[in-house]
């Protein structure tokens, strides 16, 4: 009776499914610095990977506070809504001519107010800008993965429940250069933890210049 008892054993454990693993991945300019609000996605290798669990949809706020968009970079789940603030005591143009927004979107927010929920159904990177303060710009990078998110300032991030396997790792970056492809490494999850050391090349960041107050 033992011995059947500790045959059921291991074959149930047997077929449990691997328990998922939290992937960490530290993502470095062409010079070896950390960077910061560099996306990464995660997609399977293999075509025929079991679909992974999706996540609970929310709604992505993007602030307007000191002339800025908050934050620079929002990553949004294919489906998801975006919605805008302005806690500024003047008015923004918030608009964008991306193809990807469907309908391009174009308002104005007066101080304290919200924008209507934009639902964004196109993968892709949408740049936003403000018609009034031209120095102001934001990304929505709009993904189909399931384990997406984007860098912190030491360059690093974290990706939860990811089954073992092969996968492929894309970044994206805003001052990847335009026209380059998006770098990528394939890289195996094996076990309850897994890390990678990933780097990118980027354009050197925007001079800071002195702008008006309106």
């Known amino acids: 009776m033992r011995v059947d008892l500790a045959l059921s ?3 149930l454990t047997a077929s449990l499914p691997a328990a998922a693993a939290t992937l960490k991945l530290q ?4 010079g070896g610095k950390p960077l910061a609000d560099a996306v990464a996605t995660l997609y399977p290798e293999a075509p025929d990977a079991a679909p992974a669990k999706p996540a609970a949809p929310h709604d992505h706020f993007i602030d307007q506070k000191d002339e800025t968009f908050l934050p620079l970079v929002e990553v949004v789940p294919l489906g998801e809504t975006v919605i805008f603030r302005n806690s500024d005591r003047t008015r923004h143009h918030v608009y964008t001519f991306s193809p990807l927004a469907t309908p391009p979107f174009d308002f104005i927010l007066k101080p304290n107010e919200v924008s209507t929920p934009i639902h964004l159904t196109k993968t892709g990177v949408i740049p936003v800008g403000c018609n009034i ?5 934001n990304y929505l990078f709009v993904t189909d993965s399931r384990w997406a998110a984007k ?9 939860a429940d990811v089954p073992p396997g092969a996968y492929v790792v894309k970044l994206w970056h805003p001052r990847l250069r ?3 492809a998006q770098p990528s490494q394939t890289i195996t999850v094996a076990g309850d933890q897994a890390s990678a050391a990933l780097s990118m090349s980027v354009m050197a960041p925007p001079r800071e210049e002195e702008h008006e107050k309106y």
Do not use: E, Y
Request: charged share 20%; proline share 4%; net charge negative.
């Open 27 to 30: 993502i470095a300019d062409q």
């Open 178 to 180: 335009p026209g380059a």
């Open 133 to 137: 303060h031209d120095f102001m710009i």
């Open 9 to 11: 054993f291991l074959l």
């Open 151 to 159: 860098s912190d300032d030491k360059g690093s991030v974290i990706l």
